[in-house]
Structure formats: C-alpha cells, structure tokens
C-alpha cells in the first residue's frame, strides 16, 4: 500500500501554493518562480481499478457537482462522456487479447491529464484563464474564461467540456484546492483499491515501476508507463497492462502531442497574420506620404463637364 | 443599358457635374456591413492574440465578445450577401481589367493617365469585391464550424481545428483586404462621398471610372 | 483483495457466471452455470483426493476424516438420496447421519483413515463421481479451465501457502447455498487452510451490520449469541438445556457449548432481570416458542394464506427482495395494517400506489392501512458496526436526523412502553412476558445505544467469587469475558460471544489503535472482535499437534512450551499442553472440524449437486432427483415454477458496485453513475432473439415481466454443457418506482417462492425467464 496522506487539522491552513507560483499563464506571461514546488503525479493503476466509480462520486462530492440522472446505452459507462459535472469518467472496454484468447474488461478513468506542455493553455486566449503552477497542476480559472471553446480544440486528449450553463470551460483541477493543504485529490481518497494514488511524480514512477514488474510477473510482458513525451509527460500518469497499445483503453492516444494544426494557428499564423495586417496598413500610410492623394484635377471636371454638357 | 452602368446612375448638369453612384439603399448595406466587419475584426482580434484581448473591453468583456462575435458574423453574412447581389453583375472580369492590372504600378507611382478606362469598377475594386466575398464564405463556414454553444455536436474536434486556423488565415486577409479598400477610398480624394452623400463629381468619374461616365451619358441622352 | 495482490503476490481466481468487475483484476476466470457450484468445488474435492494434493497431518488431526460412521448412513448415487428419505415429507429422518458411537459414549475412529466406514473413505467415495469431464459438463466451465482453477487451489495444500475463498449472495441464494459455503468449507479443511492467517471461507456482507444482525439473533431461529430458539416441546428450561449441551464425543475436548447453560441463564438474566429466578427457570415460559419455522417465505405465505394482520418492516422492503413480487403484493394487500420503520420511503410502504407497469395497483381496493414510521440512517446516531470478520466498531452520530425522523430504537422503545402500559392499564392475554420484561433503561422511551452495548455485554449482578471465596467482580461491574458467566442468575449478559465488548475500562468497541505489533495484519487494539477479541477463530489450527507452527512464515498461535502465545488471542485453553491431544475446533463436542455433516445439514452430511428448482438441464448425476429433496416449497409456488419449453434461459440477479439495493437510487449522484435498469446477454442470445445494446427488452418467468435496457456483452457468454449451450440473463436489481433514478421494475417479480432448505435464502441467482425485444414501459 502506497502510504496514505494524514487527514488534515481541523482548523484552517494557508494554501501552499498559488499566484507566485506560476510557470504559464495562458495568454499572457509570468515570471518563473524562483523556487518550484516538488512536481506531483496521480497515478492511475488500470490493472488495481475494479470500476466501481467511486472516484466519479467523489469528483462530484468535492467539487459540488451533480451529474443528471442520465439513460443507459447499453454499457456501463455513465455519464457516458465527460460534461462539465463530471470531471472524470470510467470508460469501459471489452477487449479480446488476441495473444491469450481471453476477454479483458479494461476500465480505464479519464480525465485531465495535467499535461507539462498543456495544448489548452497554449490555445487559451483569455490571460490568466488557464494557469500552470510549478508542481505540475494545470489548473482553470472560472472567472477568467469567456468560454470559447479553444482549450478543447488544444488539447491532445480531448478533455475539457464547456457548461451550457454558464459557458466556461471545465475539467480536473487535480483538486489543487485539496493539493494545496497538503491533500491528495478526491478520487485518490475515494479509491477503495488504490488504483489511484498521488504524490511526488518522481515516487510515482518508482511506485510504477513496483506494480509494472508485478503485471510483469503475472504475464503482462508489455506493461509499463504511460506518461507520454510528446506532451513533456503528464501529472497524471497510467499504469497499463498493454503499455504498447493505449489506444485499445478507449482510445487512450498513442504519442498524443499537441495538434500540428494547433501549433500553426497559434504561432506562425498569429504572429505572421499580424506582420501581415501591419504591412498592409504600413505600406498606405508610406504610399500616401510618398505619392500624396489621389486629386481630381480640373481639367478632370472640365473634361466631365463637356462630356455631360454635350446632351444639353 | 450597357453592361458598365446599373440603375439608379444619373448625371446631375452643373458645376462641376455631379454623379450618383450608390442609391441609399445601396450605402444603407454598405455601412451596416462595415460596421459589422469593423465589430468582427475588432473582436476577432481580441481573441486572436493576447496582445489585443483588451479590445474585448469594448464590448462588455471575454465572455460577451466571444458571445457577440458569432452573431455579429451571421448579421455580416446577411448584409454582405445583400452587397454582393447589387454588384456582383458589374464586378465581373472584363477584358481591360487585365490591362489595368498590367499598369497597376502606374497608379500606385501616380500615372493614373496610363490606365485604360473602365467601367463603375476598376479590376482593384472587383479584386476587393471578390476576395471579400470569398473570405466571407470561407469566414462564416469555419465560423459556423467553431460556433460550439451550437454546432459543437457535428463536427469532429480535428475538423474544429482545421476550421479555427483557416478562420484565423481567412480573418487575417480579409482584414488586409479591408485595409486596402479603407485605404483607396482614402488615397482617392473625392471617393468618399460615394457612400457618404452617393455622389461623386464628374471630374471624378472621368478620372478614375471613364467608360462608366461616358456609358451614364449615352444612357442619359437615350432616356 | 487488492493489496494482498500487490504485496503478497497472491493469485485471484474468480469463478461467476458473468466476468464482473472482479473477474477484470483476476489472474484467472473461469465461468460456471449459474447453481452448480456443488458441482464444481465437488469437483475440487475429488481432484485433491485424487492427487493427494490435501494437508494430510491437519485433515487427520484437525478433521473428522478419522471417524467412523455408522452402518445406517448410505447415499444411493443412482437416486441420488441419503438414507433416511421421507418422500411425503420431501424431509430425512437424519439419526443414522452419525458417527459409531462406542459402548463408553465415545466415537470410534480409525487414525489410519482406511477403514471404508472412515469418513475419509466415504468422501472420497462421495466425490469419486465428481469428475473433470462430468464437472465440466455439468457446470459448463471448460474442462481445462477447471482444472486451472483445481491447481491453483491445490497449491495451497500444505502450511505454506493458504488460500481464502470470498463468496456473497452469489452462493447463498440457491436453493442448496447453505451447502454451496460447506463444500468450500471442506476444501478448506482439506488444504488445511481453517484457524490459519490468511485462511477460511469469507463472505462478503451485503450490509455493513449483516454480522451484527445475525450475532444478536434477529433471525426467527436463534436469540442473541447463536442460542436457540425454544421450540414447543421444549417445556421447561431444564429440558430445553439438555437439548443443546454437548457432551464430548472425544475423551478431553472442550466442547465449548457445555457452557451453554451460563450463556443462557445470563440471557434470560438480561431479559427479565430480577423477575427472572431459578425457581420459575430464569422466565423461560415467558419466553415464546415455536412449533415451525418462521422465516420470511413462511411469514409471506401466511400473509398470502390471509394469516397475518398487521406486520412490521423494520429497513425492511420486501415487496421489492422477497421472491414473486406479486404473491407479496396480494399478501399485503390482505393486511389490516403494515408499519415501515425506515429511513427512506419504499416500495413496501408504496405498494398500494398505482405506477403503471412498474408498480400495478388498484388503490381503491386496498384496505391495508400503511404507517410510515422515519427513522434516522446508521450515520445519524451513536452504534456499532459488526464486520464480517466479527470485529465490532463503535460509531458516534455523525449528523443529525432529519424532519421527524427517529432512531430505530426510539421508535421500538415507544411502541413497548405504550403497549405495556396498555397491558398495565386493561390487562389482557397473557401479560406476563411484556410486564415482565426489565426495561430497566434511563429513558425507558429512548435506551442510549451504549447502554444497550452494556446490555449486550453483561455485568455482575451479585459480586462474584473465585473458588477460594476471593470477590473477582463486584456486583454491577462489568464483565470482561463470557468465561465469567454463571448459570446461577448471579450474571446477566443478553448476548454471550458480545461480552468483552463494553467492559468496566469502557467502550472496547470504539478503540482505535490501528498498530499491529505481530506485523501479520491483526491491529488487535482496533475495535473488540467477538469472542475474547480473537481475530481468527481456531487458531489453534495454525500449529501441528505438538504445537509448532505449520510453517515460519505462517506462524500465528504456537505452544512456547509453557502457554500458547503469538499474534491473536489464542483459542483454546491457554494453558492446555499439546499432548493432552484436546482439538483445536473447541465449539464441535468432536473437537474436530467436520468433512462430514452429521446431521447438522438438512440435505445431507455430504453436500450433493441438485439443479436449481428451475433448471434448463437434468441432473447429471442422477436423473431421478433433479432438485433438493429437502427444499420446502408451498402448493401453489410449485404451479408457479416454468419450463424449459416456456422459459430457455437462466435468469440471475446480482446487485452492481454503484448501487446500495434499493437505498442509493434515492441519491442523486449514485442515480447518475447508473440511471437506469438494465439486463445484461451474451452477444450470441442478443442476435438469436434480435436484440440491440441499449434498446429495451422484455423479461419474464412463469411469475411476471419485468423491462429494462439491454447490456449486450462479450462478459456473458453462453456455456457449453455438454452439447447444449446454456444463455445466461443477467439482471441487476437496484432500480424501483421511488427514488431519483429512472423508474424501474422489482426484478423479485421473476423469482421463484423457494429458498434453501437449511436457511430459506431465496433462489435468486439461478431460474428461468425468456427474454424478447420490446418498447418502453409506460409509467
């Protein structure tokens, strides 16, 4: 068992992070902090997690959400996608190994996952809308979002969900509220298995390492990591029995990165469309320094005139 | 009529001559689009770089740009398509217009007497005309692609992306494109009036638009 | 179950009809017929036998493998029957069911186990027929998965490695579940793996008190502590001892229930206390007695038969969790007066509402008067919780109760002082067991749940004297141990194996100490575990006969020479030397653990394969009785039960890891993570009957039609028996007509008025239903 946090002291505590410790800030700049916080993990155990969405209850609990009483469609996964009330959801696959013979039920919880190059912040154009503190969390900032929907275009997994209620964009804080009294997140507590489990992201990965050598030791020649480097790794990781194939746990991305399509609207085209605009305004305000208006001349007029007088 | 004048052209005898060249209807579209397009440039901008998202102060912070913006590109779609089915018959290519692109850097330089004549629109204004439409279709179909508080269920996020990018492209050249319109209506003394007062004197006509003074004129005399 | 995977490196296999959530964490999986786990573990059994894969020191030691039984006893394979078989009264005449007793009162044993009398000699006999090939066909696992699973079990045969088996309602709600848990039993005993760390047959509680319920005697059978319940020709208290108090059958043993008489008197102590003396034994005729069983199918066929007046649930809701929905709707539609004690409105107490085909009603013609008593949920007062591994742990409130809801003993307190203040006031029949009742409580209205745990644990009514006269607990304390109990009327204690619990340094039960000095798991400071704060019952067993541990690693209870020590309280003497040869299964007057029933077991000393009252296949193993010839079942329920022409396939219900029963579908966020009611089929019965995931079905057995959602999944797949596939609906059970979630069916419409013949546990997971497209039900 993967030592548990001490419950909290009732009594009220200073947050051990915020403002002054911001790394990015989406649309705007911020001065790196002098000192980083120690960069933290969740980690999520496919092969520990029994489905039973307690995770999803406690997501709920804690953040004051309330899912709607929705419709079965002939699986188990409810909410059957992620929504601004459900942070994180259970997706269940059924999956034959083709090398056993036998069925794997993989249950996989989806969720933010705290990307260290987060594609939402990139896309972001609200400042201060979405800010990534030194430990890792990427984090919303509810007051700041005008609800444009670009984070869900700029993220490589598809996660964030904008409330038709009140148009902002939503997903796992990593509970950063809980994180920053020394708190692990909801679903961590809630997680009757300990599939998921929270800490410093370097003790995660040895913690991975334990159980990947377990799954090993049970047959699971391809279990490993996913903490993927197109992304600079992620603040949420996943142990997996099939390490080589992510997407098999309901289209985990293979290599996710941040869009292509998203790097070129938010670099070259920004920045060239601006040089653009600015040339084209440049080059009149030059042309009509140099070359002056564009005057009718009287004899412009004269010449008219004749033109027209001739009918009378 | 001569495929170089529209309805509406009269020549008003005087001194100087006076021309009417857009029927208030015509300045009516015309200004409710610009100021549209001025609306959506200003907004669009906000949200294209962090550099200019204090425009969304303009119209009451992020969350009403990013929910105006939308509608005030439906409203511009709508005006325009009114602009477009005014002009669109003598926006079309003409022989002389290649002839005045081949002299187009004696406009610039000043030789305007180089030109050939044309007629209501010289091969620039179609340029503008046609960009501009092409843009705004382009414009409204990605715009329409991204406009997720309604239409995020049909299209997949790949496809959104794709969208926000030519969205972003198509807004950059249309505000180019603007600039440029802005800009020869400014250069070219005496345009103005032509959506102001719908009017431009003669003098004006013969210098910049001969051949659709000259076709005013046959078409005066034949009345 | 987790963490022993991940830090001990234990194996899970998991064996259920449906690949659940479980089965996704196994090691391995391997499906079964729904009702043939006699089969299967049968099979288990004979595959140790007959690979001498078995703990042999422990089965002769520790089993009663070594005992003779009598001539009398024989089991016909052909029919299928134990001797002794009354086909009128679908009952045995169980005498002959016993060991050869010799001219000294003693049991003869052969210590060699070869004597074909030998316990041993007649189960491997029993089991011979239990076959791989007949197993699998029966059972439809796969011959080689069977096998996988027999190895692994057999692993643990020896004092090094032990295996746990859990089961739930999976096992106990057949017609034959009390059986189902024996033959594990048996393996277990087999392996040696009973009284050892990590060892026995768990089962998972369905309701966090379910142990406690149980332990205070809320069953029509039993009083508080496992004592029984007197029955009418029980017609004093002396005879009523004299029928549970067990002699030795073996020369030395403890034979713990030779105590029974102190537990006893210290119960009738707690119930009418000074009222109760010996000369008028202790109030026993104050005490009801029972001339037959009065469990659940028997009170509902009596409410059905217009029997009944008024009734009582207690967070009871039967219309929606005792079998044949409708039977249970016409038996309360015959009631004078129903009362729900319960913290939420249920179906039960709605039964007369009209909610279309969910719940059809005719309000109109219902006569039964419904009081609707609110009660607080457990977290509203103060309690104790008692987990399945007996450890009890006290709670304090967390909340306040809402509106004018109550706690559950506040309402049974002003029901009882009402009515004995009406017996006080007009007198009536036989007032004697109410007057009599000490209800000694500070507020007689509402007794405090600590002083009710006092109660349970017993003090001192007379200071008491060790055999030198020396006063060893005063009178009014209380006690710390059953062993100070005294038939004497000077101790009172309502519930024996709780004493301990609440002693005179305190609430035992509310320690929280959670170190665990042996390093083995045992935090014996957390909570009071019954009895004596042991944490492994028989854990004498976790040595060899002379007292050493089994193995180092497995080292628990061991003889240091002068006294047994080591991590758990030992249970046993603890002073008792190896060589006075007592065993370690102190409660068995054999001082042995029994491989071999006696005639403790309605269908038999050995458990044998019976199909479930409603079965799609014969009985393989004997075609003449196909069921339990035991099972008790009323004249009008078997016109109720269908065919295999009518109904292919093999409906089972099960409840789902989102859901409480019928609680959490009154909460929102439960409501959300599964909204609405579902069936669950294989991919094949979905393209047989044209059926689409997500669309609606029908579902229906001779007894009534419930809808739902179709799940159609590749975790259910038919099973192959023999050459006839067998289709498995699956059918989860939270959803109703009150509540926040989406209206659904009670899935008790389908099940069969059966239950097992020792415990009545309804057959809920094994009958038959047919299943077809269909449209939404109109509410």
């Known amino acids: 068992m993967y030592p548990p946090l001490p419950n909290p002291g009732t009594g009220p505590s200073a947050p051990k992070f915020g403002e002054k410790d911001l790394v990015r800030r989406s649309a705007s700049t911020v001065t790196p902090p002098a000192q980083r916080q120690t960069q933290v993990a969740k ?108 984070c869900v275009k700029g993220c490589p997994f598809n996660i964030p969900r904008i409330s038709k209620v009140d148009n902002k964009a939503y997903k796992c804080t990593l509970c950063s509220d809980r994180v920053a009294v020394g708190q692990g997140p909801a679903c961590q507590k809630a997680c009757p298995t300990q599939a998921i489990v929270f800490g410093p992201k370097d003790d995660m990965k040895k913690w991975a390492d334990g159980r990947i050598a377990d799954l090993k030791s049970r047959g699971y020649k391809t279990a490993g990591l996913y903490d993927p480097q197109g992304v600079g790794g992620t603040h949420v990781m996943y142990v997996l029995q099939h390490a080589d194939k992510p997407e098999i746990y309901a289209g985990l991305p293979n290599n996710p990165r941040i ?18 605009m600015g040339a084209v305004a440049a080059f009149g305000f030059v042309h009509h320094m140099i070359a002056g208006p564009n005057k009718v001349s009287a004899e412009d007029e004269a010449n008219a005139s004749k033109l027209a007088g001739g009918k009378s | 009529m001569s495929g170089n004048i529209d309805s509406g052209g009269r020549i008003h005898p005087g001194d100087p001559v006076v021309v009417d060249r857009y029927t208030p209807g015509a300045r009516a579209n015309h200004w409710v689009t610009a100021i549209c397009l001025i609306l959506l440039a200003l907004s669009g901008l906000a949200l294209f770089t962090p550099s200019l998202f204090f425009l969304t102060g303009l119209f009451g912070g992020g969350q009403t740009t990013r929910a105006i913006h939308p509608w005030i590109g439906v409203v511009l779609f709508l005006s325009f398509s009114g602009l477009f089915f005014r002009f669109w018959k003598l926006n079309l290519w003409k022989r002389e217009d290649g002839e005045w692109i081949a002299h187009a850097g004696d406009l610039v330089a000043g030789h305007e007497e180089r030109m050939p004549e044309v007629g209501k629109y010289n091969a620039g204004q179609k340029m503008v005309f046609w960009g501009m439409s092409l843009l705004i279709i382009v414009l409204i179909a990605s715009g329409l692609t991204i406009w997720d508080e309604y239409f995020f269920a049909y299209t997949t996020i790949p496809t959104k992306r794709i969208a926000v990018l030519v969205h972003a492209i198509s807004a950059v050249l249309i505000i180019s494109v603007w600039i440029v319109h802005v800009y020869a209506a400014i250069w070219v003394r005496g345009t103005m009036g032509a959506m102001t007062k719908g009017q431009v004197t003669g003098g004006w006509a013969w210098r910049h638009h001969r051949k659709w003074l000259k076709d005013l004129v046959t078409a005066d005399r034949q009345r | 179950m987790t963490e022993a995977k991940a830090n001990h490196g234990a194996k899970l296999v998991v064996v259920d009809p449906r690949f659940t959530r479980s089965a996704a964490l196994a090691d391995y999986y391997c499906p079964i017929r729904p009702g043939t786990d006699i089969a299967f573990l049968g099979g288990v059994i004979n595959y140790l036998l007959s690979n001498n894969k078995i703990h042999k020191d422990y089965v002769a030691n520790y089993t009663n493998a070594a005992f003779i039984v009598r001539e009398g006893f024989k089991f016909d394979p052909e029919s299928g029957l134990f001797s002794g078989y009354n086909a009128d009264k679908h009952s045995y005449d169980r005498s002959e069911w016993e060991y050869e007793i010799g001219p000294d009162g003693i049991a003869v044993l052969d210590r060699e186990m070869t004597n074909p009398r030998s316990v041993m000699q007649l189960l491997k006999q029993h089991y011979s027929r239990y076959t791989p090939d007949l197993v699998s066909s029966v059972t439809g696992s796969p011959k080689d998965k069977f096998l996988k699973v027999c190895e692994y ?57 379910v142990q406690g319920y149980t332990d205070i005697g809320v069953m029509t059978h039993l009083i508080p502590g496992y004592l029984g319940m007197p029955n009418d020709k029980e017609v004093d208290f002396k005879t009523y001892l004299g029928n549970r108090n067990f002699k030795p059958l073996q020369p030395g043993q403890t034979s713990y229930w030779q ?43 009596d409410m059905h038969q217009g029997r009944i007046n008024g009734y009582i649930c207690q967070g009871y809701n039967p219309l929606w969790s005792t079998p044949n929905k409708n039977k249970v709707a016409e038996g309360l539609a015959k009631l004078k007066w129903l009362v729900s004690i319960d913290p939420l409105e249920t179906e039960t107490a709605k039964f007369w509402e009209n909610h279309g085909e969910f719940n059809i009603a005719e309000p109109s013609k219902i006569k039964t008067e419904v009081f609707m008593l609110p009660v607080g949920c457990f977290a509203e007062e103060d309690g104790s919780l008692t987990n399945s591994n007996r450890a009890i742990l006290w709670h304090e409130k967390g909340a306040d109760m809402p509106g004018e809801a109550k706690g559950d003993a506040q309402v049974l307190a002003e029901l009882f002082v009402r009515i004995r203040d009406l017996y006080k006031k007009d007198g009536g029949k036989a007032p004697d067991p109410i007057l009599n009742t000490d209800w000694s409580y500070h507020d007689p209205k509402n007794p405090e749940a600590v002083e009710l745990l006092k109660e349970l644990n017993g003090r001192a009514i007379s200071d008491l004297a060790d055999a030198t006269g020396k006063v060893t607990r005063p009178a009014g304390q ?26 005179s340094t305190g609430n035992i039960t509310a320690r929280r100490d959670n170190s665990d000095p042996s390093g083995k798991g045992v935090h014996p400071n957390w909570g009071f575990a019954w009895p004596a704060n042991r944490r492994i019952l028989y854990n004498r067993a976790s040595a060899d006969p002379q007292g050493k541990p089994w193995s180092q690693k497995k080292s628990y209870v061991y003889w240091d020479g002068a006294k047994w020590t080591g991590a758990d309280v030992p249970d046993y003497g603890p002073t008792v030397a190896p060589d006075k040869n007592v065993g370690p299964f102190i409660m068995n007057p054999e001082g042995v653990s029994r491989l071999f029933a006696r005639k403790f077991m309605a269908e038999g000393p050995f458990p044998e394969h019976y199909e479930p009252m409603e079965s799609p296949l014969d009985n393989a193993f004997h075609a003449k009785t196909k069921n339990n010839p035991a099972v008790r079942m009323y004249k009008d329920d078997v016109a109720q039960l269908g065919t295999t022409k009518e109904f292919p396939f093999v409906g089972t219900t099960y409840r789902l890891t989102e859901h409480f029963h019928f609680w959490t ?29 997500g669309g609606w079905v029908r579902v229906w057995s001779k007894r009534g039609s419930i809808k739902a959602k179709a799940v159609v999944t590749k975790r259910i797949k038919p099973l192959m028996c023999g050459n006839t596939p067998v289709h498995v609906v699956g059918i989860p059970i939270h959803w109703g007509f009150v509540g926040v979630a989406r209206k659904g069916f009670a899935t008790n419409t389908l099940t069969p008025f059966v239950g097992d013949a020792n415990s009545q546990a309804p057959e809920f997971k094994a009958f038959l239903v047919n299943i077809e497209p269909a449209t939404g039900p109109v509410a």
């Open chain 1, 43 to 150: 980690l999520i155990d496919v092969s520990k997690c029994i489905g039973c969405k307690a995770c999803q209850s406690a997501c709920q609990e804690w953040n004051d959400l309330r899912e709607e009483v929705g419709t079965n469609d002939g699986t188990y996964n409810n909410a059957h996608d992620l929504t601004p009330a459900s942070l994180t959801v259970m997706r269940f696959t059924e999956w034959d190994n083709p090398e056993t013979g036998n069925l794997e039920w993989l249950i996989r919880k989806d969720g933010c996952m705290h990307c260290e190059d987060p594609g939402c912040l990139k896309s972001c154009p609200a400042p201060g809308a979405i800010v990534q503190y030194s430990n890792g969390i990427v984090d919303f900032d509810h007051t700041k979002c005008i609800g444009c929907g670009y």
């Open chain 1, 259 to 276: 869009s292509p399509v998203v790097e070129l609207w938010k670099g070259l085209t920004k920045y060239t469309g601006l040089a653009v």
């Open chain 3, 153 to 209: 079990i057999a692993s643990t045969a020896n004092g090094e490695r032990t295996a746990t088996f859990m089961y739930a309602l999976g096992w106990t709600q057949h017609t034959h579940g009390s059986q189902n848990i024996r033959t594990a039993a048996m393996i277990q005993l087999l392996l040696g793996n009973i009284g050892v760390p990590g060892g026995g047959i768990n089962a998972l509680r369905g309701h966090s008190n």
């Open chain 3, 259 to 301: 105590n029974y008489n102190k537990f006893a008197v210290s119960f009738f102590k707690a119930m009418y206390g000074d009222k109760a003396t010996p000369e008028n034994g202790f109030g026993y005729d104050w005490f009801p007695k029972t001339e037959r069983s009065y469990d659940h199918l028997a009170q509902f066929e």
């Open chain 3, 478 to 503: 209380q006690l710390s141990s059953f062993a100070e109990l005294r038939d004497d009327g000077s101790t009172m204690a309502a519930c024996w194996i709780y004493t301990g619990a609440y002693t």
């Open chain 3, 665 to 693: 579908k009154n909460v929102l966020i439960n409501a959300s993570l599964q909204p609405e009611q579902f069936v669950e089929i294989s991919q094949e019965l979905a393209k047989e009957k044209g059926i689409t995931s």
